[in-house]
C-alpha cells in the first residue's frame, strides 16, 4: 500500500502561483500513475492532471497551460504547479496513486487517496 500526504495549499489573490506537493510512503515503486484531483463545495470530485510512471501527463482542459504536473522519483513526491490561479480554482486538492497499468481522469481510477489541502483564491 500507498501513504499519500499532500502540502501546499493557502490562500492567493487572482494571478498568483502555489505549488502543492505530495508525499508518498509505502510500496511506492509499483504505482503506475498518480494524479491531483480537486473538489469544490458542492460539486464532484473532478480531475487535474496525472503522470504515468512513463512521465506522460494529462491535463483537464480547464487548467491546461496554467497547471504543470510533476515528479520527482528519487523524493517520491509528486507536485503540481498552479500558475495564474483564478476564483474557480477554489477547492480542495487531493493527491490519488493507483497500481493499475491505466492512468485515468476518473475518481475510480485511483485506488489510494491523500487528505488533500486547500486552496482559495480571491478575486
Known amino acids: 500500500q500507498v501513504q499519500l500526504v499532500e502540502s501546499g495549499g493557502g490562500s492567493v489573490q487572482s494571478g498568483g502561483s502555489l505549488r502543492l506537493s505530495c508525499a508518498a510512503s509505502g510500496y511506492t515503486a509499483a504505482l503506475f500513475c498518480m494524479g491531483w484531483f480537486r473538489q469544490a463545495p458542492g460539486k464532484e470530485r473532478e480531475g487535474v492532471a496525472s503522470?504515468?510512471?512513463?512521465?506522460?501527463?494529462t491535463y483537464a482542459d480547464s487548467v491546461k497551460g496554467r497547471f504543470t504536473i510533476s515528479q520527482d522519483n528519487a523524493k517520491n513526491t509528486l507536485y503540481l504547479q498552479m500558475n495564474s490561479l483564478k476564483p474557480e480554482d477554489t477547492a480542495m486538492y487531493y493527491c490519488a496513486a493507483t497500481y493499475r497499468d491505466s492512468c485515468g481522469s476518473l475518481p475510480q481510477d485511483f485506488g489510494y487517496w491523500g487528505r488533500g489541502t486547500q486552496v482559495t483564491v480571491s478575486s
Open positions: 503522470i504515468g510512471r512513463d512521465g506522460s501527463t
